[in-house]
């Protein structure tokens, strides 16, 4: 296990100052993530129970007023459904920007070690690599989020249907 953290905190090093926002980003990230699959699965069943009782003890489900109560209770599901979503996009979208900037700052580095030192190729192409890992990184992690908000947007999709017909307006 010392052998892991050791290999981790060598490649945050090599990474440059960047690379641990880039981590933050990805935890939070896949938090939100795990929160959202956590809702389908254990929480979302008893939201339609509670939400579809509630439609279906109106005593009258025609109406204008009807219409408007069933509108704004597909509304508010459907943000309960979506719940964190930008925010988990937002941080995909995100982590390889972050990246980039830590390849700019390295970049940056490595132009002002050639200024004092000169054009050293050997200190150069190790500039270069470390610049190049927090890009790696960013699309990793971003890559990994794809994965997650592709699953989530079609089960906010289907959820969010099922949920729209479980309301109807008359019997």
Same mark, same amino acid.
């Given at each position: 296990?010392?052998?892991?953290? /050791?290999?981790?905190?060598?490649?945050?090093?090599?990474?440059?100052?960047?690379?641990?926002?880039?981590?933050? /980003?990805?935890?939070?990230?896949?938090? /939100?993530?795990?929160?959202?699959?956590?809702?389908?699965?254990?929480?979302?069943?008893?939201?339609?129970?509670?939400?579809?009782?509630?439609?279906?003890?109106?005593?009258?489900?025609?109406?204008?007023?009807?219409?408007?109560?069933?509108?704004?209770?597909?509304?508010?599901?459907?943000?309960?459904?979506?719940?964190?979503?930008?925010?988990?996009?937002?941080?995909?979208?995100?982590?390889? /920007?972050?990246?980039?900037?830590?390849?700019?700052?390295?970049?940056?580095?490595?132009?002002?070690?050639?200024?004092?030192?000169?054009?050293?190729?050997?200190?150069?192409?190790?500039?270069?690599?470390?610049?190049?890992?927090?890009?790696?990184?960013?699309?990793?992690?971003?890559?990994?989020?794809?994965?997650?908000?592709?699953?989530?947007?079609?089960?906010?999709?289907?959820?969010?249907?099922?949920?729209?017909?479980?309301?109807?307006?008359?019997?």
């Amino acid at each position: 296990m010392g052998e892991i953290y /050791l290999d981790l905190a060598k490649y945050m090093d090599m990474g440059g100052p960047v690379l641990p926002f880039i981590a933050l /980003l990805t935890c939070l990230m896949w938090t /939100l993530i795990f929160e959202r699959i956590w809702y389908f699965y254990k929480e979302h069943g008893t939201f339609l129970l509670t939400a579809t009782t509630r439609w279906e003890s109106r005593a009258e489900r025609n109406s204008w007023t009807a219409h408007q109560v069933r509108t704004s209770m597909v509304s508010q599901g459907k943000s309960q459904i979506t719940g964190s979503m930008p925010i988990i996009a937002t941080c995909v979208a995100m982590c390889p /920007l972050f990246g980039l900037l830590g390849t700019v700052t390295g970049m940056i580095e490595v132009f002002q070690a050639m200024a004092v030192q000169g054009g050293n190729a050997r200190s150069m192409a190790a500039g270069v690599s470390a610049a190049t890992i927090p890009t790696m990184s960013g699309m990793i992690a971003s890559l990994s989020g794809m994965v997650g908000t592709t699953y989530l947007t079609r089960k906010i999709d289907t959820e969010s249907r099922r949920f729209e017909d479980s309301l109807l307006l008359d019997h």
